[in-house]
């Protein structure tokens, strides 16, 4: 009889496997197909608006209906893929039995999570039917629609994988905990309402928390204390949490991000990445940690050309990380220094983050750009001593100098690579293309260059390129949209406000004000990420910062580097995951290699705080 049952087990997982390859082909090639199609839509507005002289009013539109379902079909991939980022050092270090218990338990929250928005996910689509957009005139519902069939695509990989994978036995032992983890948060509903605000500790702090640690997947966990918020504290209802991660997502300047990461990915494919990390290493390879310094400085010469730091990795790591690793660089080492030095590079102009400030607080946006300069040059230098300090025990034995000779053949050889990002922020700065746009101006060159000058482009390579790129961006972006609706949760609680009446009745006068700022702004960058942290808490403090008397250009760039160092620390901070995921390594690999540079960076803040004359222009 149980070989019987062993057999009817065995067939179902059989068929389900079936089904799981059916459904990744059926999802990866219309996401290949969509990054594919937003890069024509983008570079077809340029061509019209500033070689026709005819500008087209509906690309921005289409392209950003087709964003949504990129982000929602590229998670679906990465679910499929395994590639949602997570925490899993402490899974790790767990006997085998006890690691195979978590890794389903992590797995069944995530498929509950999917199942609990797909009913909100109906509501929202049917309720944007009245909703006409502008240029195209079509029903906004063709645009809502990508998160509930991301939703339902998310719970049948769910479903299909956990029918292939987990026992009855791990079930058994994750559905009773579950359980008994939402009877007890709906017993403890009227405890809980009368705590107030200290609530939150409760949904954001400890939940949130546990999942993460536990190895639930990130974008998951911030859904689920979201949700679990709302429902039990609230009586809003749960479609706004899908109206929030369809704001979070689908935000146009991030649609940088999924292009960058393409581009990347295809000047590493065609050899340009080879050709500047051969001229990078001639000029520097004979050094101890030379790449080290490397990347600290081109992050620093490329941020803000997309507006986005995750699209700012993505450009960078595909280059440099390579490399690095095959000189013996620790993975972990690599993904502390990229995450950190996107976090250094965060008021550098033209930062979306200030002019975000400028906007939503009055504050002169041409003197936060001069004034966010310096500052990000103290944080590489700080960045750069810990990464010598770190790579004196590098082996560069077999590195030799590049003779002057060599040098000069690197250099003519790399002129094509070059003159990449010359041209990128070229066209930004020159109005030819927004910063969503100008990728597709890199791709396009890209190509050219690859067919007629080095002639190495591998077109069968270019469908799994695709795929790539939507699925590392599905991981990334899915996260963004979460943490929106976990950051509006937040705000529907009044505890915004209560935070800046709090400050502002702070002992310490400026010194005191500042201080806790950096603070503050750190674990807001950790939750809310840069722009929706700088909305809702911007217009409140920078009047309290003005009262004490403290230059607004200098408050604003010490609450950005603050926030940036949140928003790139372990374990909750987003751009932490999303440099993971960019440079394709397990979180718990680099966690601890992140802590001396942000310890660097932490330092270079608070000189910035101490000494108001490094923010403020014309010093």
């Not at 770190?390 to 000779?405: F, N, P, T």
């Amino acid at each position: 009889m149980s070989g019987f049952v062993d057999g009817q087990a065995d067939g179902l997982r059989h068929l389900c496997a079936l089904f799981d390859r059916w459904l990744g082909h059926a999802v990866e090639l219309p996401a290949a197909a969509l990054v594919v199609a937003e890069m024509v839509v983008l570079f077809t507005g340029i061509v019209f608006r500033y070689g026709l002289g005819h500008p087209l009013v509906w690309t921005d539109e289409l392209a950003s209906i087709l964003f949504l379902w990129l982000c929602m079909l590229g998670a679906v991939v990465a679910q499929r893929r395994g590639g949602h980022m997570r925490l899993t050092a402490i899974v790790n270090r767990l006997p085998d039995h006890w690691r195979t218990r978590l890794e389903t338990l992590a797995a069944v929250i995530a498929a509950l999570f999917v199942l609990e928005i797909i009913l909100p996910a109906v509501e929202y689509a049917t309720d944007e039917w009245m909703i006409t957009t502008p240029a195209l005139g079509i029903p906004d519902t063709w645009r809502a629609a990508a998160i509930l069939v991301g939703a339902v695509l998310m719970l049948a990989v769910a479903l299909l994988q956990m029918a292939q994978r987990a026992s009855l036995r791990d079930l058994g032992f994750c559905l009773p905990i579950i359980v008994a983890c939402a009877a007890g948060l709906w017993i403890a509903q009227p405890a809980l309402e009368a705590m107030g605000n200290w609530n939150l500790l409760v949904f954001f702090g400890v939940l949130v928390s546990v999942l993460v640690l536990t190895g639930t997947p990130i974008a998951f966990a911030f859904g689920v204390g979201a949700m679990s918020y709302l429902g039990l504290m609230t009586e809003m209802p749960m479609s706004i949490v899908v109206s929030r991660m369809d704001e979070g997502m689908s935000t146009l300047v991030l649609l940088a991000v999924p292009l960058f990461i393409f581009l990347g990915l295809l000047i590493e494919m065609t050899g340009l990445a080879a050709l500047l990390v051969n001229l990078m290493a001639a000029l520097v390879g004979h050094l101890r940690g030379g790449l080290s310094y490397v990347l600290v400085g081109a992050m620093y010469l490329v941020s803000g050309i997309s507006g986005s730091k995750a699209a700012d990795m993505a450009a960078i790591a595909p280059v440099l990380l390579p490399e690095m690793a095959r000189r013996g660089k620790p993975s972990g080492e690599m993904i502390g220094l990229l995450s950190s030095s996107a976090a250094m590079a965060e008021t550098i102009p033209p930062s979306i983050v200030l002019i975000t400030v400028g906007s939503v607080t009055g504050v002169s946006i041409a003197g936060l750009f001069s004034g966010g300069l310096l500052p990000a040059a103290l944080g590489a230098l700080g960045l750069v001593l810990v990464a010598y300090v770190r790579s004196r025990g590098e082996d560069v034995g077999d590195a030799k100098r590049a003779s002057g000779r060599e040098i000069g053949r690197a250099f003519i050889a790399a002129v094509p690579a070059l003159i990449l990002p010359l041209l990128i922020r070229w066209a930004v700065v020159s109005g030819i293309a927004t910063a969503t746009e100008v990728s597709t101006i890199g791709v396009v060159y890209t190509l050219l260059v690859s067919l007629l000058i080095s002639r190495h482009l591998d077109l069968k390579r270019m469908v799994p390129l695709l795929v790539d790129t939507a699925a590392l961006s599905g991981a990334i972006l899915i996260i963004l949209g979460t943490a929106t609706a976990m950051a509006w949760a937040l705000t529907q609680s009044g505890f915004s406000h209560d935070l800046a009446a709090t400050m502002a009745a702070m002992p310490g006068g400026a010194g005191g004000f500042l201080a806790l700022s950096i603070v503050v702004f750190a674990i807001l960058g950790s939750v809310l990420e840069g722009i929706p942290a700088i909305v809702l808490f911007g217009p409140l403090l920078f009047p309290v910062a003005g009262e004490l008397g403290i230059n607004l250009v200098h408050y604003a760039i010490v609450v950005v580097l603050s926030m940036s160092l949140g928003l790139f620390t372990p374990p909750f901070g987003i751009g932490f995951y999303q440099a993971c995921a960019i440079g394709r390594v397990t979180p718990d690999k680099a966690v601890h290699a992140c802590w001396p540079y942000m310890a660097a960076l932490l330092v270079a803040t608070i000189i910035v705080a101490a000494v108001p004359w490094l923010a403020l222009p014309g010093f």
